[in-house]
Each structure stands twice: as C-alpha cells, then as structure tokens.
C-alpha cells in the first residue's frame, strides 16, 4: 500500500481487476513460522495492511481476535466474504495508516506488518503505531521485499523509497528487543502478485514485559 491521496483508489482498481485474489487466500509464511513459536501466546493481534484478508482471516481461525485495517475498500469487502466463506469474525476498519491511530490505550499482543510496500514515511508510520500498540510482551512481525529487490522484474516495486532494509527496522522499533533480523532470498509462492524468487527482510521484535 501506498501513502498518496489516490493509493485507495488505485488499489481499489487493483482488487476490482483482479480474476483472482492477488496474493492468494493462504497466510503468509512468516506469519505462520512466527505463531508456531513456542514463546508466541498472543491472544489480540492487529493486522495493518491486510488487503483482501487472508493474514487476518487465518489468524482469527487460530482463535485470536483480530483487528486489520486496510486502506481499500474493495479489498475489505473481500475480506469479509472471505471471513464468512471461513466461519470467522475479524474487525475490519477501512483507513489510511498515514492517518489512522488507534484508541487511547488500546493495545495488541502482536501487530503484523506483512507486504506494506509503501514509502518510507508511511513504512515508518505503520512501524510507529505499530510499536505503541503493542502490550508487554507483545511482538511485532514485519516481512517486505528489500531494497535488493529493486533491480528484480516482475514482482515487487523497483522504486527503493518502496523497499525496506534492517537498519530503518532497527531504528524504528528501537525501544523493543529484537529476536529476528533477517534479509535474503526467499521463493515466494502467494499469488500472482507474490510468486518468484524473492529479497526481502524478515523482522521479530519484542515489548519488554
């Protein structure tokens, strides 16, 4: 997602146009890795950029009660359809995360931040209310495609203000205790939009308790 006036717009267009969700209806594999942990316990996550809601949806059919938030409006109602079509309930707020907070003293066991590809000052943004939203002990969980990625056609952006790389991680969450810290190739199957070989970073971090 993006941090322009018309990013809802376009990825409105997007979902519109698309014959098929674009990232699949899978959970990322990260995410996945990262609740299989033996020390990961949340119980209320928030998903920011959740798109058409297949990161959300499959955590709320873990039994978590989960938040996402997304600034498409098509992709929310497909979200939607998708949490009926999975016999679960996932709050779902359509905004703009340059803009959006949450409510004074809400917080999360875990906020994810899967594929937000937007520029730097929404990335740091997301990072932000990301980190204030977390209970002690709670994790933050970002994967995005690396500014190694850049130069790679036909999937991800190529603008590197798109991209991400470890230290803006580090020294955006710099108050929690990172666990992960990772950046290399991965082979992406998620979708049409998500499907190849792939750079990008993977990043846990921790609220002290």
């Known amino acids: 997602m993006t941090d322009e006036t018309s990013s809802a717009e376009r990825w409105d267009e997007r979902y519109r146009a698309a014959t098929e969700p674009p990232f699949g209806e899978a959970p990322n594999e990260y995410l996945r890795m990262v609740c299989a942990r033996s020390d990961f316990a949340a119980r209320r996550v928030l998903s920011l950029a959740d798109g058409d809601g297949r990161n959300g949806a499959w955590l709320a059919a873990q039994g978590l009660a989960v938040t996402a938030v997304d600034c498409?409006?098509?992709?929310?109602?497909?979200?939607?359809?998708?949490?009926?079509?999975?016999?679960?309930?996932?709050?779902?707020?359509?905004?703009?995360?340059?803009?959006?907070?949450?409510?004074?003293?809400?917080?999360?066991?875990?906020?994810?931040?899967?594929?937000?590809?937007?520029?730097?000052?929404?990335?740091?943004?997301?990072?932000?209310?990301?980190?204030?939203?977390?209970?002690?002990?709670?994790?933050?969980?970002?994967?995005?495609?690396?500014?190694?990625?850049?130069?790679?056609?036909?999937?991800?952006?190529?603008?590197?203000?798109?991209?991400?790389?470890?230290?803006?991680?580090?020294?955006?969450?710099?108050?929690?205790?990172?666990?992960?810290?990772?950046?290399?190739?991965?082979?992406?199957?998620?979708g049409p939009r998500h499907r190849g070989e792939a750079e990008v970073v993977r990043f846990a971090a921790r609220r002290p308790a």
């Open 72 to 190: 498409s409006a098509v992709a929310t109602e497909r979200a939607e359809d998708l949490d009926r079509r999975r016999g679960v309930a996932v709050t779902r707020i359509v905004a703009d995360l340059a803009e959006w907070s949450p409510a004074p003293g809400e917080a999360w066991d875990a906020v994810f931040v899967i594929y937000l590809q937007g520029t730097q000052a929404l990335r740091l943004r997301a990072l932000e209310i990301a980190a204030a939203a977390l209970a002690p002990g709670g994790w933050l969980l970002v994967e995005g495609f690396s500014k190694a990625q850049g130069p790679r056609p036909g999937i991800g952006p190529d603008d590197p203000d798109r991209l991400y790389d470890l230290e803006e991680l580090r020294a955006a969450t710099s108050g929690l205790q990172v666990i992960e810290a990772l950046a290399g190739q991965v082979r992406l199957d998620e």
